[in-house]
């Protein structure tokens, strides 16, 4: 069931749910997506997540009531429409080892497997781009196998890699530049995910699938990545 939540008097918040289901991720998609487009000189930001939609407008151009009502008119016209999220697939490449990958082989120990099973099970899946934020191009990817979830540290690093591929619990995500973290880094990917100067700045969107593609270190090294020796 839809609800709103007034934050502000510019700020309007859309809850489709109170727990994460991924089947609810298109809708979620496509909701965003077409206000966005209803409304594009109205809005001052859209945030799609996980279970809800934050709209900040311009109180001078659109009102809330107006908001609600076009939301409500697109949820009951897409409820329970098919599932495809009609997002891009995207696909990078992740070099999994030990020396970019500092909890690899401890996640490995815990959960009983060797190496080449949670690169495995980490690569063998299509994951959906849930949510973006916590910085700039970082994508709440979901979910990866139980076989491999694991929860955060109890005490983030300081400083994580740009590139680092982590996971906590069953989300997965790629570290967009350096930055502190808990998150259990097992790869890096080479491949630049936020730039500023460049439109759009992030290639995700909620509602695009990712694939990771496992590469060598000759390769990942020819793509630009690079060995990260200052974990802390």
């Known amino acids: 069931m839809i609800r709103f939540d007034s934050v502000s008097e510019t700020c309007l918040m859309v809850m489709l749910a109170d727990e994460i289901d991924l089947d609810l991720t298109p809708l979620i998609a496509r909701l965003a997506s077409q206000i966005d487009a209803d409304f594009t000189n109205q809005l001052i930001d859209i945030v799609p997540a996980y279970t809800s939609i934050l709209i900040h407008f311009h109180p001078d151009k659109v009102t809330e009531r107006l908001l609600r009502e076009r939301v409500q008119l697109c949820y009951e016209r897409w409820q329970g429409k098919s599932r495809h999220t009609g997002g891009k697939l995207i696909e990078l490449p992740v070099y999994y080892h030990p020396e970019v990958g500092p909890d690899l082989v401890s996640l490995a120990e815990v959960k009983g497997l060797s190496i080449d099973e949670v690169i495995a099970l980490h ?102 990545g690079e060995i990260w020796p200052h974990w802390k």
């Open 123 to 224: 690569s063998g899946q299509i994951y959906t781009v849930c949510a973006i934020g916590f910085a700039p191009g970082f994508a709440f990817l979901a979910s990866v196998d139980e076989a491999i979830a694991m929860p955060r540290h109890a005490e983030p690093r300081l400083s994580v890699a740009p590139g680092s591929v982590g996971i906590a619990n069953q989300q997965t995500a790629v570290y967009p530049s350096q930055s502190p973290g808990g998150w259990q880094i097992i790869g890096n990917c080479p491949k630049s995910l936020f730039n500023p100067q460049q439109e759009p700045m992030t290639p995700f969107q909620v509602g695009d699938q990712v694939r990771f593609q496992p590469v060598d270190r000759t390769a990942f090294q020819s793509l630009g």
